[in-house]
């Protein structure tokens, strides 16, 4: 491979066919909602891109992220990206290691300098640097000296995007997410625990055709696969607009596939693409596995009060303080009606005879 | 020569007569306690009630106006009665009982005029202390003799 | 030398607040819906006569002084206070524009009983010394002379001789061990001594045993009008005596509403013990001669006759089938008027109004919902079951010129008398 | 604090501070009134005040016809906006679980269009019944800051819920927890103000109609 070649170069000498390439365009726009009449723009864009320089970084994190991009069917347009961009450093993808394996981030920092777009999975420790490092290098240091000569900044999962699980509660590691530490590159959150696939493709795809990052909603995420929630896209809506609900996972509602609101659903809150592309090669997602959603594209999902809690239910113990209230109510209620019937009774003692020489005015 | 001597034969005869006899009787009665009622307006309704030539319109409007007066002398519930003025309210019902068309008054206009103009006389007596009324009726009775006779 | 203050006056807003007025007060919405409900809204369209509004000063002591918050509110000096020029704001409300018909209390949403809390911040508005003076007039008379109108035994002894001589029939005074003890209003026996002939001739005929007694032959209570309630006492007392006295077996209310609701229903109360006698109310009475068929008509009017019912009888009495039944006995076109029976509309002078000469003008405006009622129907002639009822429904038509007489039901019954020669007389 | 742990602070303890104050302030304000009791009556019965009591419960739900006619306005608004309120609350399925979790009852819920549909219709209404306090003489007479706060307290929670449910402005769980919070704003105001009268008026009714009825009158 060499690094000047184009996209499209790579592509041919891959043996994809220009109509192969087509459809590969025709779905990138599709993915990013893009008018039909964009496809021979995208086509032409990435016929003459180069093949950018990625670098990966992974902080503290499980590797999911990178096993959702790799475990795609092939020939997958994913595939198909990743064979034509230079990933050049990967801790778990690339075959160097060690001092090898760091020299090629410096290698291709300095030869991409400002052009080199920067992929992040994992939360980044600042309770203390110690807690996570590379090559003795703690992963803030990584990052901002990484990030300084990126074109852009991609941070893919959720523990990238808002910190994920290392920063759920109580939070020991002081995690924190990409957008928390690097405030001055263009930066796209592709949360989820694991993000879909196709949604990073697309993101990357997007960058290359346009040279910008694509259209973001308020929390960084890509309108294109963040713009509508599971709840609104989900086939099993027509079931909560019913009001036809699952009550546990093996009753006659769940056989039925109705609606998993009350198993504690977040589709209503959570904005992700999964009703739509799916997962697995378009094969299925949680809630059509029965499976209520957990709202992993969300920040802080692993606190939200529990994954099988409906979104409208107390997180306290409601009925505690009902008792203790109602009881408190009735020992003062009672104490304070008490002092009005004193009150009232000691009014009627004391009562004073009105006679008919009392009636005019006095003074 | 009629004499009437008790209620019974006074009713009766009353009854037999036609509606406009009956107003002019009754305009007797009233008259002869019109003394009682400090309201002007009566003697001049009394005046209509006896005229045998009076027009209906002329009667209404006498009707409207012993009725106005009654409206105006009866005492008001809760108010402190007065016995002399209550006597004029009776003269004042006494002449509306007088106008007071026969389809009206099925108990008969002359009758009503004739109980009212005595319950004048018993107001009358309960300011003075002196019981009247029986003369009142006796009155009447004359009254009614001297009517049918003439 | 009187005694009235604020300070008593106040004392009287905290003995009157119950339960039930409590929660009246706690669930007021102010939907204002109670104005549609009264006819001193309704015919001058000034929203102070909203009924709950005629209750601000009580309303402000049970808050101050029977709710925790209010309390707390009084304590911190946030709340009003009830101040003497509140009470001389609040005194032409309470009593010239409310005749505690308790229409109001009928439409609440809530459920409040709005005249049930105007009787009780009466009491409180009199010991301050807000009471208006032709009230405290009638009161004063009721309680020195008997009478609220000042009406003597003399006189009722030459109203009796009058009826005597009229009907030949006897009237029995303070006769032992009959059934009924016949009460009267003054209002009966000034200006409508006919209802005592009445009486005697439909009793004689029914073959009821009673009497009148000369000690205690008044019916009305200004008491319970004026919102003095040992004063009520005291009337109620004067007529328990002298049922007991006699040994009567009930004591008849006659056509008056709030002698109905002063003997009947606040009366055992008022002395803090229950009758050892019944109270009826003439028309129940007649209506169960009428069931027993001791009670028998021959003719019928002709004319179209509509009833009035007096909101002391029927709504707050509870009176309200029997008129109904009578009338159907001797009215061949007996009429209702649109709202009627426990809905009916107030003619404007109860509760103490037609005491009250200050409230003269408005009483006779707000009139004007009597005869949009009438003007529905056109009836002939109107008949009802209280004096005070008939005497302002006289001035109202007379103020409207509407050409309307207004019977006594009682009196109308009486004429319909089967086997009576109406005349009755035999004595010359 | 974060979005999600505001919302977990509204679901939590907020919900319970919420509840207890509710709770507290409604018993306390019901015992009050009924410690302070009644005299009996003394004078004989013509009817049965329980029954009278009881009747009129119900009864006074309906306005006879000449008031309806009279206060169509009021009467046609409090009704809409009476029903949409109980409707959205207790037929909404986030809702009945929620009374689920805390109750452990549960009941079926109606589809989201109804509510939805429910919901905008209690908005006009109760947007009319701002409209009529100001306009109506009576009405505006009679108000104090109370009432316009009541109204207040009312609307947002409908206002809240259908913004939350349709998702528009914040992000969805900050939508939540403002709605949720609305609601708590409502049950801390409760006992302090009219609201008051959904207890109250059961109580008020009961003795109208037991005045009434021991009488022998149908009020």
Known sequence: MSKDETLGEALRRQGISRRGFLKFCAATASMMALPPGM?????????????????????????????????????????????VISLDYHHTLQAASGSAAEAARETAMKENYGKYILIVDGSIPTANPGYSTIAGISNVDMLMEVAKGAAAVVSVGSCAAFGGIPHASPNPTGAVSVSDLVKDKPIVNVPGCPPIPVVITGVLAHFLTFGTIPELDALGRPMAYYGQSIHDRCYRRPFYDKGLFANTFDDEGAKKGWCLYKLGCKGPTTYNACATTKWNDGTSFPIEAGHPCLGCSEPDFWDGGGFYKAISTPTADIMQAATYAIGAGAVAGVALGVANRVKHKKAVGEHVKTTIDDLEKGN | MTEVTNDAEFRKALDSLDATRQRLVAARFVENVVALCSDKRIARVIQVASDSEAGEEELAEALKAARATTFDCHTRCGSEGDWSEQAGYFVARAATAALTPMAQMPSGPAWQAALSSRMAQTSRSIVTGDDTSGQEVIQQYRILSEFLDS | ????????????????????????????????????????????????????????????????????????????????????????????????????????????????????????????????????????????????????????????????????????????????????????????????????????????????????????????????????????????????????KLKVKGVISPECGHAYMAIRWEGPNLIGRPFNFKVVHILELLDELREQGRLKTTSKETQRLTYHDPCQISRRGGVVKQPRNLLNMVAEDFVEMPETGTMNWC??????????????????????????????IRPDAIVSACSNCRIHLEDGLEEYNMDMPVLSLTETIAEHLAGSDQTGSKQS | ???????????????????????????????????????????????????????????????????????????????????????????????????????????????????????????????????????????????????YLVWLVTILPMLTGYIAFHRVGLSPNMLIAIHILSVELLMVVFPFTKLMHAFTLFMSRYYNGAIAGYRGVNS
């Open chain 1, 39 to 83: 496809v021979p723009v995208i086509a032409a864009a990435l016929e003459k891109a180069m093949r950018p320089s990625v670098i990966w970084l992974s902080f503290q994190e499980c590797t999911g992220c990178t096993e959702s991009l790799t475990r795609s069917h092939s020939p997958t347009v994913e595939g198909l990206i990743f064979d």
């Open chain 3, 1 to 244: 030398m009187s005694n009235a203050s604020l300070e008593r006056g106040i004392h009287a807003f905290k003995e009157v607040i119950d339960a039930p007025v409590a929660s009246f007060f706690s669930s007021c919405v102010r939907c204002g819906l109670c104005a549609h409900a009264c006819l001193f809204y309704t015919e001058t369209g000034d929203p102070k006569y909203t009924p709950i509004h005629k209750l601000e000063p009580l309303r402000r002591i049970w808050q101050q002084e029977y709710s925790f918050w209010g309390r707390f509110a009084k304590a911190l000096g946030l709340s009003k206070p009830v101040t003497d020029d509140l009470l001389t704001e609040w005194e032409t409300l309470v009593y010239d524009s409310c005749t505690m018909c308790g229409r109001c209390s009928m439409i609440c949403p809530v459920g409040n009983d709005i005249a049930y809390m105007i009787r009780k911040i009466r009491e409180g508005m009199a010991a301050a010394g807000h009471a208006p003076p032709g009230l405290i007039g009638a009161t004063q008379r009721a309680v020195t002379i008997g009478s609220p109108m000042g009406v003597k035994l003399p006189a009722l002894q030459a109203q009796i001789r009058h009826t005597e001589q009229e009907t030949g029939l006897t009237i029995p005074v303070d006769v032992e061990g009959v059934e009924y003890l016949l009460l009267l209003s003054s209002m009966e026996i000034m200006n409508f001594p006919e209802f005592i002939a009445a009486i005697a001739k439909i009793f004689k005929h029914a073959g009821v045993s009673w009497t009148i007694s000369s000690e205690a032959f008044e019916a009305t209570n200004s008491g319970i009008q004026i919102g003095v309630s040992e004063i009520a006492a005291e009337l109620v007392e004067r007529i328990v005596a002298a049922a007991e």
């Open chain 3, 347 to 376: 003619c404007g002078a109860g509760g103490g109004v037609s005491s009250n000469e200050r409230a003269d003008e408005l009483r006779l405006k707000v009139f004007n919902r009597k005869k949009q009622q009438l003007d529905a």
């Open chain 4, 1 to 147: 604090m974060s979005e999600t742990e505001f919302l977990l602070w509204v679901r939590g303890p907020a919900l319970q501070g919420a509840t207890i104050i509710f709770l507290l302030g409604v018993v306390v304000r019901i015992l009050e009134i009924l410690v302070l009791g009644r005299k009996p009556n003394l004078a004989e019965a013509r009817g049965s005040a329980v029954a009278g009591g009881l009747r009129t419960i119900i009864s006074r739900s309906f306005a006879d016809r000449g008031t309806l006619q009279r206060t169509a306005f009021t009467e046609i608004t409090g009704w809409i906006f009476h029903i949409g309120f109980f409707v959205t609350l207790f037929l909404f399925a986030p809702h009945i679980l929620l009374f689920e979790e805390v109750l452990g009852v549960s009941w079926p819920a109606l589809p989201t269009t109804i509510i939805d549909v429910t919901t905008i219709i209690t908005i006009i209404a109760l947007l009319a019944v701002l409209i009529h306090r100001i306009g109506n003489r009576v009405m505006r007479f009679l108000s104090r800051f109370q009432d």
